[in-house]
């Protein structure tokens, strides 16, 4: 089992940037990938952003070149830093992570970018 708690979302302008953070607890030392989703009203959950266990990561295209994905193994936890965001990025961001299969899903943080 692993728990995850997200944090950072928030009301921010266009152009402006955000910093989220998922929080990783339990059998951590099981888990090959973490990732970032999002899923806008009305939208399919789509993959933002992921990271392996190796560090090799890959980004939705959409936000190539303005998020980043990284990680901090002594605290356990996620991050993405989120810049130049527009409109299109509100969503509610959810952190994942794959461990042996299986799919464990953080409860959520709204991003919201206005025009």
């Known amino acids: 089992q692993v728990q995850l708690v997200e944090s950072g979302g928030g009301l921010v302008q266009a152009g402006g940037s955000l910093r989220l953070s998922c929080a990783a607890s339990?059998?951590?030392?099981?888990?090959?990938?973490m990732g970032w989703y999002r899923q806008a009203p009305g939208k399919q959950r789509e993959l933002v952003a992921a990271?392996?266990?190796?560090?090799?990561?890959n980004y939705a295209d959409s936000v190539k070149g303005r998020f980043t994905i990284s990680r901090d193994n002594a605290k356990n936890t996620v991050y993405l830093q989120m810049n130049s965001l527009k409109p299109e990025d509100t969503a509610v961001y959810y952190c994942?992570?794959?461990?042996?299969?299986?799919?464990?899903w953080g409860q959520g943080t709204q991003v919201t970018v206005s025009s």
């Open positions: 994942n992570a794959l461990v042996f299969g299986l799919r464990y």
């Open positions: 339990g059998s951590i030392f099981n888990i090959a990938a």
């Open positions: 990271i392996t266990s190796g560090d090799s990561t």
